[in-house]
């Protein structure tokens, strides 16, 4: 009886132990190997969790504008490393900014933030995966 519970046991956390990973496999969704980097205007920003999102606007050569939404670290992460609503990091509506992140696989307008350049020309690392690293 204590071998069947105990494998039972075994099987459950292995099973969990997949299936959390693969919830949190970037690679799943975002090439890897593809840094890119945008500048363009703060449509918004939610720190939120368990993943804030930020979405940029881009002015294309045509004229046009692109909205690319970038997935970031949970709302605590972000806290962490001084990003926030308010204080010396925060990012607001409007800021100009520049950004690198690595892009989604299927040509979407969509990745995940690895840093931004802030308006006053600072530097803030998000995530130190992919490439380039």
């Known amino acids: 009886m204590t ?4 494998g039972c046991a075994a099987l459950c956390g292995w099973l ?3 299936a959390l990973q693969a919830h949190h496999s970037l690679a799943g969704v975002y090439d890897m190997k593809g840094d890119k980097e945008i500048a363009g205007l ?14 940029v606007e881009v002015k294309n050569a ?3 504008a692109t909205k690319w939404v970038m997935t970031m670290g ?13 204080g ?8 100009n900014i520049k950004i690198r992140f690595l ?6 307008p969509l990745g995940f933030l690895k840093s931004v350049t802030m308006p006053d020309g600072k530097v803030i690392q998000i995530f130190q995966g992919g490439a380039n690293e």
């Open 16 to 18: 969990m132990t997949g």
């Open 103 to 108: 892009p989604a696989k299927n040509g979407s």
């Open 62 to 64: 045509d004229g046009t």
């Open 88 to 95: 010396a990091n925060a990012i607001h509506t409007g800021d």
């Open 3 to 6: 071998k069947r519970i105990l």
């Open 74 to 86: 949970s709302a605590t992460a972000l806290a962490q490393r001084g990003i926030g609503k308010t």
């Open 42 to 55: 703060v449509d918004s920003v939610k720190f939120v969790n368990p993943h804030g999102s930020l979405t």
